[in-house]
């Protein structure tokens, strides 16, 4: 079975349905999304900045990391085995930090598809600095 991968915004995550899982991105020191069903739907919440386009200041922990890389990894691998056939990746314009989530997943994950079809952008802006640490991880477990 093959997991799409959608990117949405902020503001089209009060459409998705209630049981559909998400992953939530969010600025370190912004305000998350109000997420519908937060306590019940399969939900993966992470903060970064793209770190190409917005990063205030040079604070590593404030970029993607490893660690979160394996977090995102780890999610979609348990929701493909739960059976889930969508999950929304959301940050706020839905252009630049889920678009690239996706873009880099669908490259290096077996049964992921970048699904721009319901996306709110079809075509997004790559973080190279993000699409550089997840490469990285990826490679080493899956190539």
């Known amino acids: 079975m093959t997991i799409r991968l959608i990117n949405i915004s902020k503001q089209r995550v009060q459409s998705v349905d209630v049981n559909t899982p998400i992953i939530s991105i969010c600025d370190p020191r912004g305000i998350p999304p109000q997420i519908p069903n937060r306590e019940n739907r399969p939900l993966l919440l ?34 493909k085995e739960a059976g889930h056939e969508r999950i929304f990746v959301q940050c706020g314009e839905g252009r630049i930090r889920s678009f690239t989530i996706c ?25 190279r600095y993000t699409r550089n640490i997840m490469k990285d991880y990826l490679c080493k477990i899956f190539l």
């Open 103 to 127: 873009a880099i997943l669908e490259d290096y994950m077996e049964d992921v598809h970048h699904d721009t079809s319901e996306a709110c952008i079809k075509q997004g802006i790559i973080d």
């Open 46 to 79: 992470l903060e970064f900045y793209p770190a190409d386009y917005a990063m205030p200041e040079d604070r590593p922990e404030e970029k993607m990391t490893e660690a979160k890389t394996k977090r995102v990894v780890e999610f979609v691998q348990a929701q």
